[in-house]
């Protein structure tokens, strides 16, 4: 049987089979997978007490404890010319995380003749818990800023005077130094020729 809750109680097979000539058979096996760290404990059993009134038992473990994990085939195969043959995983482990019971096959095959054949086995399989792994991430680095250059204001034009000049590579300074002497010495030769042409008043005596 599968089940997709979990099952801490098994029972069944008990008061099976009680006529002349009747065989109970039952078997359970349990398998704990458990994820993660846990801590795994023998089962403790309680079977066949009080059975096989009249036949020799076949029971392993022949145990009577109290409040046990295992209790089955008890009060069994009472009926004269019974066999009873009960087992119990020898490996059989609990944990306190799941506990589980199992009940099986108690007062059963009472019947003349009648045959009790009953086995438990549990197992506590634990399974390493899954660690995902950490992903270390790289941090970015940090870009350096790229220093900006400042563009230098253009250089103004000096030469103004004579742009056609410039135009041609022609440094103008001496040019214009020319003109100005040129025209001074223009404007002074007119002041001569005014005075010259001046007429002076004839003095009277």
Same mark, same amino acid.
Not at 72 to 75: D, G, K, P, T
Not at 89 to 94: H, L, Q, R
Not at 153 to 157: G, R, S
Not at 196 to 202: C, D, E, G, M
């Given at each position: 049987m599968n089940s997709s809750k979990l099952i801490r109680t098994i029972t069944q097979c008990n008061g099976s089979i009680n006529v002349g000539g009747g065989n109970t058979i039952c078997t359970v096996t349990v398998n704990n997978h458990i994820?993660?760290?846990t801590t795994a404990s023998p089962a403790t059993v309680n079977q066949c007490v009080g059975s096989g009134a009249s036949t020799e038992l076949d029971c392993v473990?022949?145990?009577?404890?109290?409040d046990a994990t295992v209790t089955?085939?008890?009060?069994a195969g009472n009926g004269g010319g019974a066999d009873v043959?009960?087992?119990v995983?020898?490996?059989?482990?609990?944990t306190t995380e799941v506990p589980i019971t199992v009940n099986q096959c108690n007062y059963s095959s009472n019947g003349g003749g009648s045959t009790v054949e009953c086995a438990t086995e549990l197992n506590t399989i634990a399974l390493a818990a899954e660690v995902t792994p950490t992903e270390t991430q790289t941090p970015t680095p940090t870009a350096t800023p790229t220093p900006t250059e400042t563009a230098l %204001? &253009?250089?103004? $034009?000096t030469v103004t005077a004579a742009p056609e000049l410039a135009a041609t590579g022609v440094d103008s300074a001496?040019?214009?130094?020319s003109v100005a002497v040129g025209t001074l010495l223009l404007g002074l030769g007119a002041l001569?020729?005014?005075?010259?042409?001046?007429?002076? %008043? &004839?003095?009277? $005596?």
């Open positions: 994820t993660g760290a473990p022949l145990q009577n404890t109290t089955q085939c008890n009060n043959l009960c087992r995983n020898p490996s059989a482990t609990v %204001p &253009a250089a103004a $034009d001496p040019l214009l130094v001569l020729a005014l005075r010259r042409t001046v007429v002076r %008043p &004839a003095h009277r $005596d």
